[in-house]
């Protein structure tokens, strides 16, 4: 998207110089500093995360939830992430505040769960904030999920033979707007 911007701000402004100026050498002025301008805003690399697939075919991974270290399985099945009670209360979270009235099917059964804002989700490099998630109720779950609400904010995420890799967004040099993922 923002390239898409760049590119459209680029045409706007040769476009402009071309109707403003018509002199050559003054378009061709106007077109180096444009060109200037977005070497200026370069991006840096995406950051990225490469996982081994477990032994048991699963991807497992510890993440940090608002600093605090977890573990945790992809599972692009669940729509969001979802956290065990035990895990929500580790992490310091308000259980006593939430309402368990979200329905929710797991490999176990059916579950109510409770809806909750993480503030900080953070796997590697790749780091989110404000992360939509479920605590499912006491004992209910014995793992972690790291679903959709995560996965969806980033550039991009794959699986090659027993590798996932997870891939954010480059952050823009130069740039007041702070990209959605961030080194840690």
Known sequence: MI???LVLIMLAGTAGAVVAYGDPDQIARA???VTHMFRAR?????????ISRGQGG???LRAKINGVATPMVIDTGATSVVLTWETAKAIGLPLEMLEYDVDL?????HTKAARLTLD???VGHLVEKSVPALVVQRGQMRTNLLGMSFLDRLESWGVRADKLMLTGYPELQGSNRRARTAVD
């Open 31 to 33: 077109s180096n500093k």
């Open 120 to 122: 900080r989700l953070a």
């Open 42 to 50: 370069t991006a840096s690399p995406a950051p990225a995360v490469q």
């Open 105 to 109: 099917e797991t490999a176990g059964g």
């Open 3 to 5: 390239r898409f911007l």
């Open 58 to 60: 699963e991807f497992a």
